[in-house]
Nanobody, 116 residues
Framework: QVQLVESGGGLVQPGGSLRLSCAAS????????MGWYRQAPGKQRELVAA???????NFADSVKGRFTISRDNAKNTVYLQMNSLKPEDTAVYYC??????????WGKGTLVTVSS
């Protein structure tokens, strides 16, 4: 069975940093666009960042300049480095693996809380 396992969430103060990881198994990792989505209370799930196997990235306007997405194809892992965190970044963050014009898989999510 396909598995996406997120880690690294937690409580952080405004202005702080956090690094999320997502380890994928039972997929051919290089075939997938990897992404991070988030869902805050009362809001729709939204794309935060995505990265192709070749390294092309896409970011939500709200996180540009603060977040960085990267992937290690040898480790089947995608990362989200979050800097200068704001309270509005508080959300459950989900790892996503998507094959172009095909299947999409989701992790169970990890909670990030930004609060003083």
């Amino acid at each position: 069975q396909v598995q996406l396992v997120e880690s690294g969430g937690g409580l952080v103060q405004p202005g702080g940093s956090l690094r999320l990881s997502c380890a994928a198994s039972r997929i051919i990792f290089s075939n997938y666009i990897m992404g991070w989505y988030r869902q805050a209370p009362g809001k729709q799930r939204e794309l935060v960042a995505a990265v192709t196997s070749a390294g092309t990235t896409n970011f939500a306007d709200s996180v540009k300049g603060r977040f960085t997405i990267s992937r290690d194809n040898a480790k089947n892992t995608v990362y989200l480095q979050m800097n200068s965190l704001k309270p509005e970044d508080t959300a459950v963050y989900y790892c996503n693996a998507r094959i172009t014009y095909g299947m999409s898989y989701w992790g169970k999510g990890t909670l990030v809380t930004v609060s003083s």
